[in-house]
């Protein structure tokens, strides 16, 4: 026996000197100027996203010892006012993988560059529909779902509860107008509509009168199931649970939401997941932070099965049979072929439990019900991928 | 049916008595079911979050992995007392006992760590480096390998228990969880859970032999997780737990193909025998049961309330 160990240890080890693997990785924050909000009560990390990766990094690291395989990460900030194409091409020049948070504009730009043709770019930060249909490119993909797999999901909870009398009170930012946008299209795919629809156009300060105004602004909406909040930016919404003029739940972006991770989630492994995050860290994982772990996990997970670091092997890879990613939402998840979306559950949450997790039960598709959730491949207009 | 029951049930009753007991994840107790009656007679207190659970070889000691309470806890299993806690690094969730009946292997899910722990000095002898997350545990029958098999590294790490050092690490499908050696000792079978399949591996080489992958009917494949599995009297089969599908699984284990489905509770996990391997019990973690199945029907015949999510399931025979 103990022959036997020295002689596989001594191979192993011979072959692996040869077949060392190093894979590099970038990571690239745009800043994106947020609007103020009535409540500083949750302000957002300085390194969500970033922790992340981190935490994805050295998820990496720990298989990689077992195979010889390395894994460095470069981090590159860009403040506001300054040209992120610039940080872009230098950090495409040193290596092929990118992962971004950043505006969708600055993602499509960055994926257009001559530098990022060949390149394996991943959206952890934009859940912007049109990167994943008509706008879509063949060298970027989205581990952070988009808003219409999130407003699908809720769509599922308001047919199975039957909650069909639906009102929504949409924001003014463009985040707001998108997800509200997103919404109407999820309530027309699944056979509801909206009986009524405000845009919130106070400025004045919630957080002292919202037992006097909300109910005044909500009661003409007259009778409903339930009232949706398109409040993206999570300005005004939390001012709106409880201060409603009729007693029904609030759903969408406050009260019953649909997210891509939460501190709630504790099922499936995720309890070690949020441990191994808030232990380095020192904070919950946010659905930002969740989609840039998914991106370098992704990664990851192809270096382990291929031994390679060619972008073009681990591009196939990913998008073939093969791939799945243990991703602690209870299935594996994988990439869709036509526009590089990561395919995963989403979680419906209130901030103290889950909820359900979509696709609900009875909702069935022919191929993967996990496609019931956004854009499946009849109604995406992406090309890039054919 | 019920005929079919009680003439099992009394076939037990002469030839063997026995217990199951039962970890509850999120109660925080055990519950013991009489393998006669198929009731629970007893439920003790644990420390926090109990998962693993094994007995010493002549089962006068109960080992159980309190991971909350980072500690392994040793109960009287005559009389339900916590006799002493182990130290088994942070977060135990599993463990194996190795032949010598006194070194613990255990898997400390948040520290990537597998630590071993001599139970009569209780002392930590070791901790080995291993992948993130490791769970599954298990030892060679001639007792000179350990397995740990680590969750997200997707890996079976091999440990030569005299140096207690990694000699081979083997890769397999998504989030592996649980682990078995065949009684002579010539194959290693490993659960993957995300990736649905059983790995089963040479011991002598490491290399692997063959892969298994199931089909419910009616359950969509992502949903069909293998996890906690047990070998039937002789090696000749292998009852596998799938999960969230609520069906165990029963595998040829000369052919490698899936015979049977056998529908049970929740969410089902892990699994032991009685004393005869006629019944085996499985623990349903979201229904909050034990499923009792006549293995030689391969048919549930009963579902047993216990607490909250239980988790592990250990025999001791009481005659």
Not at chain 1, 49 to 77: H, I, M, P
Not at chain 1, 173 to 192: I, W
Not at chain 2, 247 to 254: D, F, P, Q, S, T
């Amino acid at each position: 026996m103990h022959r036997l160990v020295a002689v596989v240890f001594a191979l192993c080890c011979a072959m692996s000197t040869a077949a060392e693997v190093t894979l590099n990785t970038n990571y690239l924050h745009v800043e994106i100027p947020l609007p103020p909000t009535l409540s500083n009560l949750d302000p957002i990390p300085d390194n969500i996203g970033l922790a992340g990766v981190l935490t994805g990094l050295k998820d990496n690291q720990t298989t990689g010892r077992f195979l010889d395989q390395k894994y460095e990460l470069t981090e590159t900030y860009v403040p506001g006012g300054e040209d992120p194409l610039v940080a872009a091409k230098a950090l495409l020049a040193t290596s092929p993988y990118l992962i971004l948070n950043a505006p969708a504009e600055v993602q499509m730009a960055i994926a257009d560059l001559p530098e990022a043709q060949g390149a394996l770019i991943f959206n952890t930060s934009s859940g912007n529909i049109s990167l994943r249909d008509g706008e879509c490119r063949n060298n970027l993909f989205h581990t952070l779902p988009s808003d219409a797999m999130r407003t699908d999901a809720l769509a599922q909870v308001f047919v199975k509860k039957r909650w069909t009398d639906l009102v929504m009170i949409t924001g003014t930012h463009p985040q707001d107008v998108a997800y509200a946008q997103a919404m109407r299209q999820s309530l027309t795919k699944f056979g509801l509509d909206l009986a009524g629809e405000k845009e919130w156009a106070f400025d004045a300060d919630m957080r002292r009168n919202a037992s006097q105004e909300v109910p005044l602004f909500t009661q003409d909406f007259g009778d409903y199931d339930a009232m949706i909040l398109a409040d993206e930016l999570h300005d005004f919404g939390r001012y709106v649970l409880y201060n409603t003029w009729e007693a029904r739940p609030v759903t969408g972006s406050e009260g019953l939401s649909a997210v891509t991770w939460s501190p709630v989630i504790e099922q499936w492994g995720a309890a070690q997941l949020q441990s191994r995050f808030e232990k380095a860290h020192e904070r919950p994982m946010t659905s930002q932070d969740y989609a840039a772990w998914a991106a370098m996990r992704t990664l990851g997970e192809v270096v382990t099965r291929t031994n390679t670091v060619d972008p073009t092997t681990l591009r196939d890879y990913i998008l073939s049979d093969a791939f799945e990613l243990a991703g602690f939402k209870g299935r594996p998840l994988t990439y869709r072929t036509w526009n590089g979306q990561l395919r995963q559950p989403i979680a419906i949450v209130h901030p103290r439990a889950l909820v359900a997790q979509a696709p609900l039960d009875g909702f069935l598709h022919q191929v993967n019900e996990l496609d019931s959730l956004g854009l499946d491949q009849p109604e995406s207009t992406c090309e890039a991928f054919q | 049916m019920i005929r079919t029951t009680l003439a099992a049930l009394l076939l037990t009753t002469t030839a063997h008595a026995g217990e199951i007991w039962v970890t509850n994840e999120k109660d925080d107790t055990v519950s013991v079911i009489s393998t006669e009656t198929l009731e629970v007679i007893k439920t003790y207190e644990t420390g926090e979050r109990p998962r693993g659970i094994t007995f010493s070889k002549d089962f006068s000691l109960l080992y159980i992995c309190a991971s909350d309470s980072n500690a392994v806890q040793v109960m009287d299993p005559n009389s339900g007392e916590i006799l002493h806690d182990l130290p088994s690094g942070e977060d135990p969730e599993q463990f194996v006992l190795h032949p010598d009946d006194r070194h613990l292997y255990i898997a400390n899910e948040d520290d990537a760590i597998t630590t071993v722990v001599d139970t009569e000095t209780r002392k930590v002898v070791a901790q080995i480096d291993v992948g993130i997350e490791p769970e599954g545990m298990a030892v060679s029958p001639d007792g000179k390998i350990a397995i740990t098999t680590s969750e997200t590294t997707n890996m079976a790490h091999w440990i030569d228990t005299e140096t207690q050092e990694l000699f081979a690490n083997t890769l397999v499908d998504s989030r592996p969880r649980h682990a078995e050696f065949l009684r002579d000792g010539s194959e290693m079978w490993v659960s993957s859970e995300i990736g649905g399949t059983l790995t089963i591996f040479d011991t002598a080489t490491q290399a692997e032999k063959a892969k298994i992958s199931f089909e419910v009917q009616g359950v969509h494949p992502d949903r069909v997780q293998p996890v906690g599995f047990e070998f039937t009297d002789g090696d000749t089969h292998a009852f596998v737990a799938l999960g969230p599908s609520n069906h165990v699984a029963v595998v040829n284990a000369e052919t490698y193909e899936v015979e049977d489905y056998i529908l049970v509770g929740r969410r089902v996990w892990h699994m032991d025998f009685n004393e005869d391997r006629s019944l085996l019990f499985t623990t349903n973690g979201v229904s909050g049961d034990v499923t009792v199945i006549d293995v030689a029907k391969r048919e549930a015949i009963k579902s047993i309330k216990v607490g909250r999510f239980p988790w592990g399931a250990a025999f001791r025979p009481t005659n």
